[in-house]
């Protein structure tokens, strides 16, 4: 699946908001119901408060992407997050999403912006050629094909 426009890739996200919320929500439900019980029975909720924390912060981060997306115009012919991005890294075209593990499409590999070829290939032209280092001591290189 390849999102082709900004409004695609809000949708996807916002129902992925939707998503986590009800996770949330439901998780919130079954440690009030569980949350009785001497001070030993509620330790047992710790994992449930974790989760939720865990939720909450993806929610967040979800709720700021979503900000940042609606007020992004999308440039033609540079990389951009919630692109489909082909790369070639010497071994033949390669398809990747740009964008969070929220924006992931199914059967296409994400790359997100704060990984180093995230950072490397965002804001750059189609045909330019970047170099990332992976990890310390590494430098690889690779060629923007195309972008939508």
Do not use: C, W
Request: proline letters at 3%.
């Amino acid at each position: 699946m390849t999102l082709t426009s900004n409004a695609d890739r809000l949708s996807v996200l916002e129902d992925r908001l939707t998503a986590l919320r009800a996770e949330r929500d439901q998780a919130q439900a079954e440690t009030r119901a569980e949350a009785v019980g001497d001070v030993v029975d509620r330790a047992t909720n710790v994992e449930a408060s974790i989760r939720q924390s865990i939720l909450e912060e993806r929610i967040a981060a979800l709720e700021l992407e979503i900000a940042a997306a609606a007020h992004t115009e999308h440039v033609d012919g540079v990389v951009s997050v919630g692109d489909t991005v082909t790369l070639d890294f010497g071994d033949g075209p390669e398809s990747f999403s740009i964008g969070s593990v929220e924006q992931a499409v199914a059967g296409v590999e994400t790359i997100t912006p704060s990984s180093p070829l995230g950072q490397a290939i965002l804001g750059a032209a189609v045909g330019t050629s970047v170099t990332y280092s992976p990890r310390k001591g590494v430098s690889l290189s690779a060629k923007i094909v195309s972008a939508s």
